[in-house]
């Protein structure tokens, strides 16, 4: 099936090379389209070099930084009129491993409607977090589990792989959300129309170069929005029992 890895980007220039080399070493059938939001530093100039010399890879120039689910929106929109069966999404900053790559894209060809690069499940371990953002994000996913109902680990992860009929499926364009908070409403999108979730283990390694795009106000739009969804819901199925009734 043909695959492809969908990377935003914003001032990565020093992770970009090594990241690329990576990835076409770990899958070298795969696509790689890099979203790259008006970086300043030549992240763009630099993937387009790369590009020439390992082939296969392909950058979509933005001039705003307008969040990392608007990047995706593009990325997945793009990589499915291109002809992309399987959409991995992936970040740029080396915490995700691409020899973790053929594993992601195996359980989608295999039946899986997404797989998840997990940090929660037996074998998963996240390397180098502060105490405090370990329990943030380990809180944070059994918060949106519980209040969503989700029998997922890991639904704020960045590292997944979807069949792009699935991707169709949930309508992922019309998926509102930003920052971390677009995991988890994709997450409950696809849960939300009988898609098939596989969790695969990983090891979640914290950037070492460039500066974290991590801040409060990607939290707080996180925990604001599954109160949402849960709303939603619940106005939902009152107006499908008043309408039965």
């Not at 370990?134 to 944070?140: A, D, T, V």
Request: charged residues 25%; proline residues 3%; contains cysteine.
């Amino acid at each position: 099936m043909r695959a492809t890895v969908v990377v935003p980007t914003f001032n990565e220039i020093d992770n970009i090379e090594r990241l690329l080399r990576e990835v076409r070493k770990a899958a070298p059938d795969a696509r790689v389209l890099v979203v790259d939001d008006g970086s300043p530093d030549g992240t763009a100039a630099k993937a387009d070099e790369l590009g020439a010399e390992l082939g296969g890879i392909e950058v979509l120039r933005r001039t705003e930084k307008n969040g990392l689910g608007d990047a995706y929106r593009a990325g997945l929109r793009q990589a499915i009129d291109d002809g992309a069966e399987i959409c991995v999404q992936m970040d740029a900053d080396l915490s995700h491993d691409p020899a973790v790559l053929p594993a992601l894209i195996a359980n989608v060809e295999h039946g899986a409607d997404l797989a998840i690069g997990s940090r929660y499940v037996p074998g998963g371990r996240t390397v180098n977090w502060p105490r405090r953002r370990r329990w943030l994000s380990r809180w944070g996913n059994r918060y949106a589990a519980g209040v969503l109902g989700l029998a997922i680990n890991d639904a704020t992860a960045g590292y997944r792989a979807y069949s792009s009929a699935a991707l169709l499926r949930m309508d992922f364009e019309s998926v509102q959300a930003e920052g971390y908070g677009f995991q988890v409403e994709m997450t409950y999108r696809l849960v939300s129309v009988g898609g098939k979730v596989v969790e695969f283990p990983i090891s979640f390694q914290d950037r070492t170069e460039g500066v974290s795009k991590m801040s409060g106000s990607i939290i707080s739009e996180a925990f604001l929005l599954v109160a949402q969804l849960w709303f939603n819901d619940f106005r939902g199925r009152r107006r499908r029992r008043a309408e039965g009734g």
